[in-house]
């Protein structure tokens, strides 16, 4: 065992520490080594598993798209049923021609039994004197009246409210002109008592979209009565106000 000087004690002691902190700072950084080891370790199961999901997802898209192809190969003809029985009288499209959702296709005239109706607009000056039930007489634009006569029919149903712009809008036969878009238009069924009818020895056959005419019968009054209609409407307007 042998002496030191204080200076050399004092120089140990001062290395002692510095390989202390010096070991401690290893320590530390250890520390964060095996952390950030951990998290990366960590992130790496978590991507594998994104990876995993990804690739699986790829592979059921994969197959789903070869089963549309299948399905597509198998049912290469597509057919499209009409909603009745009937006879094709025009196409629309042509082989081979792409179409839309909602495209017309063709145009079926039914047949067997059928009811055909009539729609009919009536101004609202003639609501008071038409009622369901009324017979009515049709002119047919297609068969003048002079030639072929008038058909008789019946009032199924009158609308309680005006018809609008847009419902008018989807039957593209109906008169637009001035005088009856100043008025509203109540819309009535008839029904069409003859669906045929012979002329010159040849049967007609009424069809889907004829544009017709009616004669509406609004009001019956003795024949004295319209003869001095002027005269009642001239009492009417001097007779004074009406009681409440």
Not at 111 to 140: A, F, H, Q, S
Not at 220 to 229: A, D, K, N, Q, S
Request: aromatic share 10%; charged share 20%; proline share 4%.
């Amino acid at each position: 065992m042998g002496l030191i000087t204080k200076d050399q004690y004092n120089y140990q002691h001062s290395l002692y520490f510095q390989q202390q902190s010096a070991y401690q700072s290893l320590v530390t950084q250890k520390m964060q080594l095996e952390s950030q080891l951990t998290q990366t370790n960590s992130d790496k199961i978590t991507k594998a598993a994104d990876f995993d999901n990804q690739i699986s997802s790829q592979h059921n898209q994969i197959n789903d798209y070869k089963n549309q192809l299948v399905e597509s190969n198998a049912n290469g003809n597509l057919i499209i049923k009409a909603t009745t029985n009937g006879k094709i009288e025009s196409l629309a499209v042509t082989k081979g021609q792409m179409v839309e959702n909602g495209s017309s296709l063709a145009q079926i005239k039914p047949t067997g039994d059928i009811e055909y109706y009539l729609i009919l607009w009536l101004p609202n000056n003639t609501i008071p004197y038409v009622k369901p039930g009324d017979t009515i007489n049709i002119r047919y634009d297609a068969f003048p009246a002079d030639k072929f006569g008038q058909f008789p029919g019946k009032v199924i149903s009158i609308s309680s409210v005006p018809a609008s712009r847009q419902e008018m809008a989807e039957y593209t036969n109906v008169n637009n002109g001035t005088s009856q878009q100043e008025l509203a238009l109540y819309k009535a069924i008839i029904k069409i008592k003859d669906k045929t009818f012979n002329y010159n020895g040849k049967t007609l056959t009424l069809s889907n979209g004829l544009k017709a005419q009616a004669v509406v019968f609004l009001e019956e009054r003795p024949l004295y009565m319209w003869m001095f209609t002027p005269f009642y409407k001239m009492t009417q307007s001097v007779s004074g106000p009406i009681d409440a």
